[in-house]
């Protein structure tokens, strides 16, 4: 069974930085292209960054310039470093399959990674 587990959150000072990670098991790089989603409290899930599986990025208007999707296919790992967080980036933090090229959740969601902005 496929899993995703995100890690590399916290508690983050106004500007400050942090490096999300997802550990994905089994085929899922087989799947070409990886996502970063958040959710805020109180608000729907949103796609924050993608990444092909040659490496090119797309990002939401909100991340850019800020935020680098990566990924290590060797070791089944995306990551997402934020750069100079603001209070809009407090939200838990979600990898999975890029739900805008393959249309539907691909995969069962694992149990994201908190990120809270100290404003």
């Known amino acids: 069974q496929v899993q995703l587990v995100e890690s590399g959150g916290g508690l983050v000072q106004a500007g400050g930085s942090l490096r999300l990670s997802c550990a994905a098991s089994g085929i899922i790089f087989r799947i070409d292209t990886m996502a970063w989603y958040r959710q805020a409290p109180g608000k729907q899930r949103e796609l924050v960054a993608t990444i092909t599986g040659g490496g090119s990025t797309n990002y939401a208007d909100s991340a850019k310039g800020r935020f680098t999707n990566s990924r290590d296919n060797a070791k089944n790992t995306v990551y997402l470093q934020m750069n100079n967080l603001d209070p809009e980036g407090t939200a838990d933090y979600y990898c999975?399959?890029?739900?805008?090229?393959?249309?539907?959740?691909?995969?069962?969601w694992g149990q994201g990674t908190q990120v809270t902005h100290s404003s």
């Open positions: 999975n399959a890029d739900w805008s090229r393959y249309k539907r959740v691909l995969l069962a």
